[in-house]
């Protein structure tokens, strides 16, 4: 099992900054890829950003230019820096593991959630 916990977040004028933070542990795992998705109220989860473990990123559209996601130092940690913010940018903002593990005796693919950071953005 992995632990996803997430922090940052909050109310933020219109053209602001925040900071959201992810970090994974638990049991034994690799990490494919860690990312960030966001939710806004009667829509569906859609992709901010990832990180593969080779250090290859991807953006969703609306933010390019806008959000950076990076890995720290602390180890199974990811980032998601947010500038310029938008009202459109105001949504659940939940964290995304991609990891192996060996379950039974085989190497199983599997993801992980984080419980979801509300972030605000207001004109």
């Known amino acids: 099992q992995v632990q996803v916990v997430e922090s940052g977040g909050g109310l933020v004028q219109a053209g602001g900054s925040l900071r959201l933070s992810c970090a994974a542990s638990?049991?034994?795992?690799?990490?494919?890829?860690m990312g960030w998705y966001r939710q806004a109220p009667g829509k569906q989860r859609d992709l901010v950003a990832t990180?593969?473990?080779?250090?290859?990123?991807n953006y969703g559209d609306s933010v390019k230019g806008r959000f950076t996601i990076s890995t720290g130092n602390a180890k199974d940690t990811v980032y998601l820096q947010m500038n310029n913010l938008k009202p459109e940018d105001t949504a659940v903002y939940y964290c995304?593991?991609?990891?192996?593990?060996?379950?039974?005796?085989?190497?199983?693919?599997?993801?992980?959630w984080g419980q979801g950071n509300q972030v605000t953005v207001s004109l």
């Open positions: 995304n593991v991609d990891v192996s593990q060996y379950s039974s005796g085989a190497l199983r693919r599997g993801d992980y």
């Open positions: 638990g049991s034994t795992y690799s990490i494919n890829a």
């Open positions: 990180i593969e473990a080779g250090g290859g990123t």
